[in-house]
């Protein structure tokens, strides 16, 4: 499975932004998640969804400004961001896998190439 995510670009705080994330060679399994990776910092969960539908899980410093969800039949999932803040900025990353470790990194087989997100203040 090869993952697309695109979306990323240069906006200001109170802005918002929608990534998008791509899948071919198969569909999803399990979990989506979002992860994001700020410069000189560890890979940070951001969101997940299941699949098949029901599970959603949102890291606290999102959770009321970010919104995952997911288009089957075109086999993407979405993150749409909301009043972005200075501190969202990072690379965005994509994943596939997941299960009982959704919001670890380690849970995931697969992942996207990341998106470069930058909120000016």
């Known amino acids: 499975v090869q993952l697309q995510a695109s979306g990323g670009g240069l906006v200001q705080a109170g802005d918002s932004l929608r990534l998008s994330c791509a899948a071919s060679g198969r569909t999803f399994s399990s979990y989506v998640g979002w992860f994001r990776q700020a410069p000189g910092k560890e890979r940070e969960f951001v969101a997940a969804?299941?699949?098949?539908?029901?599970?959603?899980y949102y890291a606290d410093s999102v959770l009321g400004r970010f919104t995952v969800s997911r288009d089957n039949a075109k086999n993407t999932v979405y993150l749409q961001m909301n009043s972005l803040k200075p501190e969202d900025t990072a690379v965005y990353y994509c994943?596939?896998?997941?299960?009982?470790?959704?919001?670890?990194?380690?849970?995931?087989?697969?992942w996207g190439q990341g998106t470069l997100v930058t909120v000016s203040s």
């Open positions: 969804i299941r699949w098949s539908g029901g599970n959603i």
């Open positions: 994943a596939a896998g997941g299960g009982i470790y959704y919001s670890r990194a380690y849970g995931y087989n697969y």
